[in-house]
């Protein structure tokens, strides 16, 4: 995550704040222990914070030479809370964070740290999946929502040496025409339907395309068809993305996160870093 940031940002404008959080919380109550294991746990767990001490102090020796001010903060409790907490009052303009992503027979869990700071976190959040040496190549998902627009706005402020290629990729939904039994009457009006929103697509790509080349990117627009969560993480690996960004809307609840947000769905599945948006 730390090698990620010059890809992003400019050393020379910025501060960092380096953050790890150790949760005790559920180590409080020990009365049911003998006190020999009781010692141990103890011992056990000055251990863990003094290693995460230790990772703090190499981060901030890694980062010092390159960045401007550099401060670390060990935190304590849910890492969840703890890290949210923080980035809110630092008034943080971005929250990066390292995830291991999905394994052929692991997904993700519901209750990773990432996936929970993507629903609280006060800022724009970098999920960094893997090491890059450049940012070259970028797919922006573009639903004409206030979020969306916003994250087009994130890119065209990067530092003006940083302007990588941008595929602007604006999906149609399938319309919920599954079934077997559909008159051919609402055949012919979903077909209809489906090219007006093809056009109305494609109009906001080019759109958002135009916005970006006008900020000195190389851009272009294309047109996806299907689940967008699923059609951008495809479309990421046929363009050989280093980074998708995404907008998603604060203020969900965790069900309507989880269960429908098409970040949370690129962010399980992208085969690059994803950068969330959040308004």
């Known amino acids: 995550a730390l090698d990620w940031l010059p890809h992003v940002c400019s050393p020379d404008n910025c501060s960092l704040l380096l953050v790890h959080a150790v949760d005790m919380t559920q180590?409080?109550?020990?009365?049911?222990?003998?006190?020999?294991?009781?010692s141990a746990l103890v011992n056990l767990l000055d251990?863990?914070?003094?290693?995460?001490?230790?990772?703090?102090e190499r981060a901030e020796l890694k980062a010092s030479p390159s960045w401007g001010p550099v401060r670390a903060k060990l935190l304590r409790g849910n890492p969840v809370a703890a890290v949210a907490r923080s980035a809110k009052r630092e008034q943080a303009?971005?929250?990066?964070?390292?995830?291991?992503?999905?394994?052929?027979?692991?997904?993700?869990?519901?209750g990773s740290v990432s996936r929970k700071l993507l629903m609280q976190a006060p800022c724009p959040v970098l999920v960094v999946k893997k090491p890059t040496t450049a940012l070259?190549?970028?797919?922006?998902?573009?639903?004409?929502?206030i979020e969306s627009w916003e994250a087009v706005a994130w890119l065209t402020r990067l530092p003006e040496h940083i302007r990588p290629t941008v595929t602007v990729a604006s999906v149609i939904p399938p319309l919920p025409l599954e079934s077997l039994r559909v008159p051919s009457r609402a055949i012919a009006v979903g077909d209809q339907v489906e090219g007006v929103l093809r056009r109305e697509a494609k109009k906001l790509a080019a759109r958002v395309a135009g916005t970006l080349k006008k900020a000195g990117f190389s851009a272009k627009g294309i047109v996806l068809s299907g689940p967008p969560?699923?059609?951008?993480?495809?479309a990421a690996t046929r363009e050989q993305a280093n980074l998708i960004v995404v907008g998603s809307r604060s203020g969900r609840s965790a069900h309507?996160?989880?269960?429908g947000s098409v970040a949370d769905m690129v962010v399980k599945h992208a085969p690059c870093s994803v950068l969330v948006y959040r308004g």
């Open 229 to 234: 969560g699923a059609e951008l993480v495809t």
């Open 47 to 56: 251990c863990s914070l003094e290693g995460a001490a230790r990772l703090l």
């Open 256 to 259: 309507e996160y989880f269960m």
């Open 93 to 110: 303009d971005l929250l990066v964070i390292g995830s291991r992503g999905v394994t052929e027979f692991q997904p993700l869990l519901l």
């Open 136 to 145: 070259k190549r970028v797919l922006l998902g573009a639903d004409g929502s």
């Open 27 to 38: 180590f409080k109550s020990l009365s049911k222990l003998d006190r020999k294991t009781r």
